[in-house]
Nanobody, 115 residues
Framework: QVQFVESGGGLVQPGGSLRLSCAVSGIDGGIHYMGWYYQAPGKQREQVAAATDTGGTHYEARGRGRFTISRPVGKNTVDLQMNDLRPEDTGVYLC?????????WGQGTQVTVSS
């Protein structure tokens, strides 16, 4: 049974920082990538950043510049350091993990940026 443990979301003031963490277990087969997606209410999820099992990273527009993804080589964990948060970053952040022929999703963690 695949299990995700996501943590680190919460309420933060504009300009503040949060660090999201995700750990996954129960996946048979090599996890090639792990990453984070953002979803606003009523909107489709969009990729924020991803990290591969060989140390590569990829950022989409939302994650570029203010966010940093990290995934220790050989571990099924991924963190997302989010700095200079803005109200438009408010939403649910979901962790995913994938490899050859599979992709799994966590339930997500809520991030609210508000004064």
């Amino acid at each position: 049974q695949v299990q995700f443990v996501e943590s680190g979301g919460g309420l933060v003031q504009p300009g503040g920082s949060l660090r999201l963490s995700c750990a996954v277990s129960g996946i048979d087969g090599g996890i090639h990538y792990m990453g984070w997606y953002y979803q606003a209410p009523g909107k489709q999820r969009e990729q924020v950043a991803a990290a591969t099992d060989t140390g590569g990273t990829h950022y989409e527009a939302r994650g570029r510049g203010r966010f940093t993804i990290s995934r220790p080589v050989g571990k099924n964990t991924v963190d997302l350091q989010m700095n200079d948060l803005r109200p438009e970053d408010t939403g649910v952040y979901l962790c995913n993990a994938g490899g050859l022929g599979f992709e799994y999703w966590g339930q997500g963690t809520q991030v609210t940026v508000s004064s």
